[in-house]
């Protein structure tokens, strides 16, 4: 029987990309290229890939957010009343204020902030600051949210998450460049992740072996995305949310220039 090649599909041609110096990404940008490779493209190289509508479930973890970003900025630690002033502030702000299910959203926040306030009762805040790291010769770019000092004298390197769980936190790459990073730039210290609504706190403890293959990883998604490679992960069930639903397909034709510097 006569056979033939099945074309490739727009979205999976590659694109002629000319980069001006080095690649420079964040851990999470570089995440979303393992999650889609072509939503990365859209939102972290055309940089129109837009934001989904936000429920009143999302205002609310962006309320918690903010005053997570409070307790840590703060010189102090803040009370029970401090806590809640600020919450209530930042339901405001987010449009739940007079929200119908603001009393359940508040002790849903609360019990969040709780719980953050004493998962660091008595350590000690160090300055925060980017931790660069070189993969290939292209730059991730590191930034935790605090960095906290324990009473046994050790480093925590910590991303702060308000949401649950996700079966690959803590084994995709954007969080094996943290632990990349605290690695080269502060040996011995931990990196963690903080789950507040799970109420819980996960150190990043990647296998040496599982550690190589996550940094090879990046070296070739780092080389992929020099390459144009922005293929789309066709998914049934996450594409109908992605930002970039309708515009996702065929790029115009001829060379798109960049920097990421």
Do not use: W
Not at 28 to 43: D, G, K, M, N, V
Not at 88 to 116: K, N, P, T, W
Not at 228 to 254: D, K, L, M, V, Y
């Amino acid at each position: 029987m006569p056979e033939r090649t099945q074309p490739l599909l727009a979205e999976a041609r590659a694109i002629e990309l000319v980069v001006d110096g080095s690649l420079r990404f964040s851990a999470q940008q570089i995440a979303l290229y393992e999650s889609c490779p072509r939503r990365f493209f859209y939102t972290h190289v055309l940089q129109v890939g837009g934001r989904r509508t936000a429920t009143a479930f999302m205002h609310l973890h962006e309320a918690v957010r903010g005053v997570v970003q409070a307790v840590i900025a703060s010189p102090t630690a803040l009370t029970e009343r401090d806590l809640e002033a600020r919450l209530d502030a930042a339901l405001v702000v987010q449009g739940l204020g007079d929200h119908g299910y603001r009393a359940e959203f508040r002790d849903l926040g609360l019990s969040m902030l709780r719980f953050f306030v004493s998962d660091r009762a008595g350590a000690v805040a160090e300055p925060r600051a980017a931790l660069g790291l070189t993969i290939g010769g292209e730059q991730i770019v590191v930034s935790p949210d605090e960095v906290l000092v324990r009473s046994d004298g050790r480093r925590f390197v910590r991303h702060v998450r308000t949401g649950h769980k996700r079966s690959t936190d803590g084994e995709n790459v954007g969080d094996a460049a943290l632990m990349l990073a605290v690695q080269e730039a502060m040996p011995g210290a931990v990196a963690e992740l903080v789950h507040l609504s799970d109420g819980a706190t996960l150190p990043i403890d990647l296998t040496d072996r599982k550690l190589k293959g996550r940094r090879e990883k990046l070296v070739g998604f780092l080389d992929d995305i020099r390459a144009g490679r922005f293929p789309a992960e066709i998914s049934h069930r996450t594409c109908p949310n992605c930002p970039a639903f309708f515009i996702c397909g065929q790029a115009p034709e001829g060379p798109l220039k960049k920097s990421f510097a």
